[in-house]
């Protein structure tokens, strides 16, 4: 009887411990972000998690009204995108074939729609591009690129505003690093290690449209922060990026519009072919607002006047956020 009774006193305190463990942390989250979920709502389930899917791209397709949520799977099979419907939850999605029909695992962290296509990082200078009938089509258990992309630097994230399509690279000194022409001092001394470019959408269709294999110059290159997860543009016009680093809290920085501010430059960088483009700096100089959210932010969209927010951390490779409800994207309108 006392060993029945020392047993059960055990598993009591491990239950307890387990529960002030998970109490503690969503308790050191939500305060740490205390604004985002006081001022955010739930969008959607983030579906594929219990199956090893890592989210890491988010867009949203005006015509269907649907998004599309792109990552890679932790037991390195096919990477996936899901086509998910924001008003019953119901989704679908392919896996990624290469050409000759073999699993494909591009990083997928960064996804796009406009028109007919779907952009597509690869975690290279690459971006796959597929038809967005064929991502989309509920029939279908596979997805392959008919046309690729090649951009003057390494992008993660994309985002598509107006004519421009922005593609954005992500720099952290632990194991993630960039080409020295990548870097740059911005006027205030702050040390710029990623860039992200902007490229005409029109141009860019039409390019495809020629070639299967494509290459554009930049309209304009701007120099980013360390550890940006994730960009859009906002409906009035501001750009967003994401910072995540870990565990810790990530971070939305808010800056001035790109395409109003900084109209001329006397900085430039080097596009393909060694072709000058202007550039410019995304620092503390023209940030308007800084916003703390949950900890690893991925990619962000818009719609409307909302911000959605992606996070990886209830996938298996994280775990905790499945304890924190990071299973479900949340989104919020900023005020600045």
Same mark, same amino acid.
């Given at each position: /009887?006392?060993?029945?009774?020392?047993?059960?006193?055990?598993? #009591?305190?491990?239950?307890?411990?387990?529960?002030?463990?998970?109490?503690? #942390?969503?308790?050191?989250? &939500?305060?740490?972000?205390?604004?985002?979920?006081?001022?955010? %709502?739930?969008?959607?389930?983030? =579906?594929?998690?219990?199956?090893?899917?890592? *989210?890491?791209?988010?867009?949203?397709?005006?015509?269907?009204?649907?998004?599309?949520?792109?990552?890679?799977?932790?037991?390195?099979?096919?990477? &996936?995108?899901?086509?998910?419907?924001?008003?019953?939850? !119901?989704?679908?999605?392919? %896996?990624?074939?290469?050409?000759?029909?073999?699993?494909?695992?591009?990083?997928?962290?960064?996804?796009?729609?406009?028109? &007919?296509?779907?952009?597509?990082?690869?975690?290279?200078?690459?971006? +796959?591009?597929?038809?967005?009938?064929?991502?989309? !089509?509920?029939?279908?258990?596979?997805?392959?690129?008919?046309?690729?992309?090649?951009?003057?630097?390494?992008?993660?994230?994309?985002?598509?505003?107006?004519?421009?399509?922005?593609?954005? %690279?992500?720099? $952290?000194?632990?194991?993630?690093?960039?080409?020295?022409?990548?870097?740059? %001092?911005?006027?205030?001394?702050?040390?710029?290690?990623?860039?992200?470019?902007?490229?005409?959408?029109?141009?860019?269709?039409?390019?495809?449209?020629?070639?299967?294999?494509?290459?554009?110059?930049?309209?304009?290159?701007?120099?980013? =922060?360390? $550890?940006?997860?994730?960009?859009?543009?906002?409906?009035?016009?501001?750009?967003?990026?994401?910072?995540?680093?870990?565990?810790?809290?990530?971070?939305? &920085?808010?800056?001035?519009?790109? #395409?109003?501010? +900084?109209?001329?430059? !006397?900085?430039?960088?080097?596009?393909?072919?060694?072709?000058?483009? *202007?550039?410019?700096?995304?620092?503390?100089?023209?940030?308007?607002?800084?916003?703390?959210?949950? =900890?690893?932010?991925?990619?962000?969209?818009?719609?409307? !006047?909302?911000?959605?927010?992606?996070?990886?951390?209830?996938?298996?490779?994280? /775990?905790?956020?499945?304890?924190?409800?990071?299973?479900?994207?949340?989104?919020?309108?900023?005020?600045?």
């Amino acid at each position: /009887m006392k060993v029945i009774k020392a047993i059960f006193k055990v598993l #009591l305190c491990l239950v307890l411990l387990v529960g002030l463990t998970v109490g503690g #942390l969503n308790i050191w989250i &939500r305060t740490a972000s205390a604004s985002f979920y006081k001022n955010s %709502e739930k969008e959607f389930q983030i =579906p594929g998690l219990s199956e090893g899917f890592v *989210p890491k791209g988010i867009t949203y397709d005006e015509n269907s009204g649907y998004y599309l949520v792109s990552g890679s799977m932790s037991d390195n099979s096919a990477s &996936r995108i899901y086509t998910i419907d924001p008003a019953t939850s !119901d989704f679908t999605y392919v %896996e990624l074939k290469t050409a000759g029909g073999e699993a494909d695992t591009p990083s997928a962290a960064g996804i796009a729609v406009h028109g &007919r296509y779907v952009f597509l990082s690869t975690g290279t200078e690459l971006i +796959n591009v597929y038809r967005l009938a064929e991502v989309t !089509d509920s029939d279908l258990s596979s997805a392959t690129p008919f046309a690729t992309f090649t951009a003057a630097n390494r992008p993660e994230s994309l985002f598509i505003h107006n004519d421009y399509i922005f593609m954005g %690279e992500y720099y $952290n000194k632990e194991g993630y690093d960039t080409p020295g022409s990548h870097k740059f %001092e911005s006027d205030n001394g702050e040390q710029l290690n990623a860039v992200m470019l902007m490229y005409d959408i029109t141009a860019l269709v039409q390019a495809l449209s020629e070639s299967e294999q494509a290459a554009l110059q930049p309209e304009a290159a701007y120099a980013v =922060p360390d $550890n940006c997860t994730g960009m859009c543009v906002l409906k009035s016009g501001q750009l967003c990026l994401s910072s995540a680093k870990g565990m810790k809290s990530s971070t939305l &920085r808010i800056y001035d519009d790109p #395409l109003k501010t +900084n109209l001329t430059s !006397d900085n430039t960088y080097s596009a393909l072919n060694g072709e000058k483009v *202007p550039l410019y700096y995304v620092d503390s100089d023209s940030m308007l607002k800084e916003i703390s959210v949950p =900890p690893m932010a991925q990619e962000l969209v818009t719609q409307g !006047d909302k911000i959605l927010v992606l996070t990886s951390a209830a996938s298996n490779k994280s /775990m905790f956020g499945k304890l924190t409800g990071a299973g479900t994207c949340r989104s919020f309108i900023p005020e600045f």
